[in-house]
């Protein structure tokens, strides 16, 4: 049972470009949350979606950024229009079921850099 | 609002050195509280949990305490080892919707 992909685990991206980044959660898991971690800080939530739905996205900015868990295939993590603050970790989470409670499992995260 | 607190590293410590990573808490209601750790390079991984007051979670040696009374949740191991090495992140989820993070301690560990 593999783990939370995420992919690439590397990207560079100039200013104005956009970023993709795509997140497999876990077999069996219904429940995504994706998180930023920028350079000596704490990770920060960005934004919980299930299949097809976004339940919080309370963390996310208003601009640029948008996300989706489409029926099929990956949750995709869409940054337009990138600029260097941008530059950052960005890791996602996946589990079977909400609640406090609730084993969040990590990826090994998207590092972007923005030039 | 929610939040973490967690002492500032980074934390040096020689191998078989006693660890303590203070965290206190501040919540509307009564979260669930989590030690993450991740290495250097990779994503976080869960060490231990507690789920309510005086619950204490444990894993490959390290222990924490859910104390209610003082809203802490230190992070303790009796002798570290060098491939203890990482950062380790406190955590709590209130609503279950997402988990609150504190900034982080650096531990390093030398032989």
């Known amino acids: 049972n593999a783990g939370v992909m995420q992919n690439p685990r590397h990207l560079v991206r100039r200013r104005g470009q956009e970023a993709r980044l795509r997140c497999s959660p876990m077999?069996?898991?219904?429940?995504v949350y994706w998180y930023r971690q920028l350079p000596e800080e704490g990770l920060k939530f960005m934004v919980y979606l299930q299949k097809e739905n976004i339940i919080d996205e309370s963390g996310m900015p208003k601009e640029r950024f948008s996300a989706e868990f489409p029926k099929e295939g990956p949750s995709i993590l869409r940054i337009q229009q990138v600029v260097r603050g941008d530059s950052a970790a960005y890791f996602c989470a996946s589990s079977a079921e909400q609640g406090k409670n609730t084993e969040a499992f990590f990826g090994q995260g998207t590092r972007l850099t923005v030039v | 609002g929610n939040s973490v607190t967690q002492m500032e590293g980074p934390v040096t410590l020689s191998e078989e050195a006693f660890l303590t990573i203070n965290c206190t808490y501040t919540a509307t209601g009564y979260p669930s509280l989590f030690w993450y750790v991740q290495y250097p390079g990779e994503g976080l991984q869960l060490l231990l949990k507690?789920?309510?007051?005086?619950d204490k979670g444990s894993n490959k040696g390290f222990e924490a305490t859910y104390r209610k009374e003082t809203t802490s949740f230190h992070l303790e191991k009796g002798s570290v080892q060098v491939s203890d090495s990482a950062v380790y992140f406190c955590?709590?989820?209130?609503?279950?919707?997402?988990?609150?993070f504190g900034k982080g301690t650096t531990l390093s560990v030398s032989s």
């Open positions: 507690a789920t309510k007051a005086d």
């Open positions: 077999k069996g898991h219904s429940h």
């Open positions: 955590a709590l989820s209130d609503r279950g919707t997402a988990l609150i």
